[in-house]
């Protein structure tokens, strides 16, 4: 069974610009979630989907939005981007069948911004 | 104060000790605790969940459960120099959200 896979792994962009990751969850899972992770914050939860519709939102700004599709992909923006969203961009899904809650995480797209 | 705290480390003990990771949360109404586990450079890997108070035992890896005191913990046992890792400790898990501790970090030495 294949994992959760996101693109792309590694992106360098300047401020301003705006930016698309794309993550596709294990087969299966209609739940993806995003985290952002930083040295300083640790992992913070951005926001979650299910069918295609946000449940769940944390408390970033709108520059970061996501949607879903019909198939479970994913894909979260950022828009009019800052220093300070260098990160590592996590994607887990999760089947949400019994809601336990459990996670998995893809290997996570590595912004840059300069 | 954070939602949930872990031991800042970090910790180092040596080859097939035991390793004790410690977390505490805020939130009374929570149900639902997660390990994962951290390789650098690598994304989390989920390795134990409990749901109800007490262990749960899976290999090397038990993780105990006091809601009273709004604890949990993870013990490694015969720490191998594999585990070397920052471990995470999250609670809760509704639509996605899991709020995440800042990490311990463990170095198992030889």
């Known amino acids: 069974k294949a994992g959760v896979t996101q693109t792309p792994r590694y992106l360098i962009k300047t401020r301003g610009q705006q930016v698309t990751l794309s993550c596709s969850p294990i087969s299966g899972h209609r739940s993806v979630s995003w985290y952002q992770q930083t040295p300083g914050q640790g992992l913070q939860f951005l926001f979650e989907?299910?069918?295609?519709?946000?449940?769940n939102k944390g408390n970033f700004p709108g520059r970061f939005s996501g949607r879903q599709f019909s198939n479970s992909r994913s894909e979260m923006n950022v828009s009019t981007l800052e220093l300070g969203d260098s990160a590592l961009y996590l994607c887990?899904?999760?089947?949400?069948?019994?809601?336990?809650?459990?996670?998995?995480f893809g290997e996570g797209s590595r912004l840059t911004v300069l | 104060q954070k939602e949930v705290e872990q031991n800042s480390g970090p910790l180092s003990v040596p080859e097939g000790a035991i390793a004790s990771l410690n977390c505490t949360y805020s939130?009374?109404?929570?149900?639902?605790f997660f390990w994962y586990r951290q390789y650098s450079g690598k994304s989390p890997e989920l390795i134990m969940s409990i749901y109800s108070n007490g262990d749960k035992e899976d290999g090397r890896f038990t993780a105990q459960l006091n809601k009273a005191s709004q604890y949990v913990s993870l013990l490694i046992r015969d720490s191998q120099p594999s585990d070397s890792a920052t471990y995470l400790c999250?609670?809760?898990?509704?639509?996605?959200?899991?709020?995440f501790g800042d990490g311990t970090t463990l170095t198992v030495k030889p």
């Open positions: 939130d009374r109404g929570s149900q639902s």
């Open positions: 989907y299910f069918s295609e519709t946000q449940r």
């Open positions: 887990a899904s999760s089947s949400d069948k019994s809601n336990t809650g459990e996670l998995f």
């Open positions: 999250a609670v809760n898990g509704y639509a996605g959200k899991s709020t």
